[in-house]
C-alpha cells in the first residue's frame, strides 16, 4: 500500500531557530500533500495545502511565513518552521494522496514529528 | 457549532465487548466518510472509508453511515487490548480538505 514518511520523528531545538520536517510519498507521486498539526488530547488541525510546483495554500490563522512550505517535487514536501517558540512545540503530521478509491481521494498519513522547543 | 463533533471520551471496555464510537456533522455536502485510527505519537491510519448511507463490514469493524440524520459510526466486534487507541472520524467535502472530529481515546481492558 501507498506509504509516507516523515523525518526526523522527533526534534528538539532551541527558541529562536529554525527547524525543517520532511515528508516523502515512498512508492506514490502526489501533486498535493497536507500539512497538519495536533496538540495533545486534541484533533488535527490543517495547516496548509501543499502542491507541487506552486505556492502553498494556507489555512486561516496559519502565518505563512512562519511556516514556509517547499513542494519541489512529487515525492517530496517540507515544512520548515522558522524561528520556533515554546508554542510551536506540537505534533506536526503530513498526508498524501495516492489516488482515488472508488472516487476518494484517500490520505495516507505519514507518522508525525514531533517538535519540542525549549 | 464545530463542523463535526465526536465524544472525546475517554472509553475504557473489557476485552471481547462491542465498542460504538460515533460522529456527527452538520455539512450536508460531505460526500465521505473515514475512520482512522491513532496510537500514541503516531500518525493516523486509515480504517475504513465509505460513501453511501449504509454498512460497510470489514472484519471485527464496521462503519455505518445515516446521511438523513447527519451521524456515523464504527462498530468493533471482540474488542482486543490492541484496539487500544484513539480513533478519529473525517470527512471530505470534496477538495480532499479532511475534516476531523475530536477523537476518542479508547482502551481495552484485558
Known amino acids: 500500500g501507498a506509504v509516507v514518511s516523515q523525518h526526523p520523528s522527533w526534534v528538539i531545538c532551541k527558541s529562536g531557530t529554525s527547524v525543517k520536517i520532511e515528508c516523502r510519498s515512498l512508492?506514490?507521486?502526489?501533486?498535493?500533500m497536507f500539512w497538519y498539526r495536533q496538540f495533545p488530547k486534541q484533533s488535527l488541525m490543517l495547516m496548509a495545502t501543499?502542491?507541487?510546483?506552486?505556492?502553498?495554500?494556507?489555512e486561516q490563522g496559519v502565518e505563512k511565513d512562519k511556516f514556509l512550505i517547499n513542494h519541489a517535487s512529487l515525492t517530496l514536501s517540507t515544512l520548515t518552521v522558522t524561528s520556533a517558540h515554546p508554542e510551536d512545540s506540537s505534533f506536526y503530521i503530513c498526508s498524501a494522496s495516492a489516488g482515488p478509491h472508488s472516487g476518494a481521494n484517500v490520505l495516507t498519513f505519514g507518522a508525525g514529528s514531533r517538535l519540542t522547543v525549549l | 457549532q464545530k463542523e463535526v463533533e465526536q465524544d472525546p471520551g475517554p472509553l475504557s471496555v473489557p476485552e471481547g465487548a462491542i465498542v460504538s464510537l460515533n460522529c456527527t456533522y452538520s455539512?450536508?455536502?460531505?460526500?465521505?466518510f473515514m475512520w482512522y485510527r491513532q496510537y500514541s505519537r503516531k500518525g493516523p491510519e486509515l480504517l475504513m472509508y465509505t460513501y453511501s448511507s449504509g454498512n460497510k463490514e470489514d472484519g471485527r469493524f464496521t462503519a455505518q453511515v445515516d446521511k438523513s440524520s447527519k451521524y456515523i459510526s464504527l462498530f468493533i466486534r471482540d474488542s482486543q487490548p490492541s484496539d487500544s487507541a484513539t480513533y478519529l472520524c473525517?470527512?471530505?467535502?470534496?477538495?480532499?480538505?479532511?475534516?476531523f472530529g475530536q477523537g476518542t481515546r479508547l482502551t481495552i481492558n484485558p
Open positions: 455539512n450536508s455536502a460531505f460526500q465521505y
Open positions: 501543499s502542491n507541487e510546483g506552486s505556492k502553498a495554500t494556507y
Open positions: 512508492d506514490f507521486q502526489a501533486t498535493t
Open positions: 473525517a470527512m471530505i467535502e470534496g477538495a480532499q480538505k479532511l475534516v
